[in-house]
């Protein structure tokens, strides 16, 4: 039995069905979370001491090299990250993405040891880009 079937089995037998919340086409989800990441990367990375992190852990998520386990952390933080509501509004001054950096530090300390010099670089490409932009 694989740890996705173990992952299924868990969600299964707590009643819980991922699909519902997330949607069960992959690639669309993957994309509208790729669009809505880079949206709200354009508009507060700038505001993040942790804005290079972020995006790197972004590219490690998109590495088909990183385990899954580690992809579910950064997916999870990310998500936070560009959903509209959480627990600080990221529109209250200064404290409002206070949580997001938090959380994202965290998720980055965890998983730390996938994040290559090319996810990286890949981060530092982006931003040089979105600053001549």
Known sequence: MTSRDDAASWWSKAGIDPAAYVGGDEARVEAKVVRGFAAK????????PIARETLAMFFCLRDPATPRWAKAIVAAALAYFILPLDAMPDLLPIIGLGDDASLLAAAYS?????VTDDHREQAR???????RS
């Not at 490409?125 to 600053?131: F, H, L, V």
């Open 41 to 48: 990367a354009r508009k507060h990375l700038g505001k993040l």
């Open 110 to 114: 965890a998983v730390a040891p996938f």
């Open 125 to 131: 490409a982006w931003i040089e880009q979105e600053r």
